[in-house]
């Protein structure tokens, strides 16, 4: 069974930085895109960044230039760098891969939250 597991939200103040974590399970080839999403309080989930399995990447308006997608395909693992954090940054953020038969396996969502 697929699994994905995220790690490193937390309470940040405005301006700090906060680096995510998303490791992929029960997998037998690397994923072929990983996503980052993000839900705040009362919103729809969004689209924060997506990196494809030959490392091409797309980023939301309000990600770029402050957020930076990574993975590494030895470690099954995704990465999200995040600096430059605002208070409107706050919401659950989840992780989904696709694998090569289109299928998406979602993480169960780690909380970050930005005090201004």
């Known amino acids: 069974q697929v699994q994905l597991v995220e790690s490193g939200g937390g309470l940040v103040q405005a301006g700090g930085s906060l680096r995510l974590s998303c490791v992929a399970s029960?997998?037998?080839?690397?994923?072929?895109?990983f996503g980052w999403w993000r839900q705040a309080p009362g919103k729809e989930r969004e689209l924060v960044a997506q990196?494809?399995?030959?490392?091409?990447?797309n980023y939301a308006v309000s990600a770029r230039g402050r957020f930076a997608i990574s993975r590494d395909n030895a470690k099954n693992t995704v990465y999200l760098q995040m600096n430059l954090l605002r208070p409107e940054d706050t919401a659950v953020y989840y992780c989904?891969?696709?694998?090569?038969?289109?299928?998406?396996?979602w993480g169960q969502g780690t909380q970050v939250t930005v005090s201004s």
């Open positions: 990196i494809t399995i030959s490392g091409r990447t």
């Open positions: 029960g997998i037998r080839s690397p994923m072929n895109s």
């Open positions: 989904s891969g696709v694998d090569i038969l289109s299928r998406a396996t």
